[in-house]
Nanobody, 122 residues
Framework: EVQLVESGGGLVRPGGSLRLSCVLSGDIFDDYSVAWFRQAPGKEREFISCFPNYDADIEYGDSVKGRFTISRDNAKNMVNLQMTNLKPEDTAAFYC???????????????WGQGTRVTVSS
């Protein structure tokens, strides 16, 4: 069974940076595209980015373009999300999700982590 575990969340001041990590276990990492989503209280789950396991462009949500960077380390079964210039509106629970292909639709993903919380506040 596929399991996803996120780490790296925490409290950061506006303008600061954080690096989130997501480790996949239980299956062949190379078979999965891995995405990051976030959900703020009272809001819908929002697509951040996805790193495909095939040759394709990496997409980012409009609200994070130019500030967040996704990367993939196949040797560690890990996908990272480097977040810079963080803003209070980035405060949310961040989740990684895995499936065969990248989409920006949460319901397309079969596997989800438990989430890691990011709070941006002075």
């Amino acid at each position: 069974e596929v399991q996803l575990v996120e780490s790296g969340g925490g409290l950061v001041r506006p303008g600061g940076s954080l690096r989130l990590s997501c480790v996949l276990s239980g299956d062949i990492f190379d078979d999965y595209s891995v995405a990051w989503f976030r959900q703020a209280p009272g809001k819908e789950r929002e697509f951040i980015s996805c790193f495909p396991n095939y040759d394709a462009d990496i997409e980012y949500g409009d609200s994070v373009k130019g500030r967040f960077t996704i990367s993939r380390d196949n040797a560690k079964n890990m996908v990272n999300l480097q977040m810079t210039n963080l803003k209070p509106e980035d405060t949310a629970a961040f989740y990684c999700a895995a499936d065969a292909v990248c989409t920006d639709v949460p319901t397309d993903y079969d596997y989800w982590g438990q989430g890691t919380r990011v709070t941006v506040s002075s």
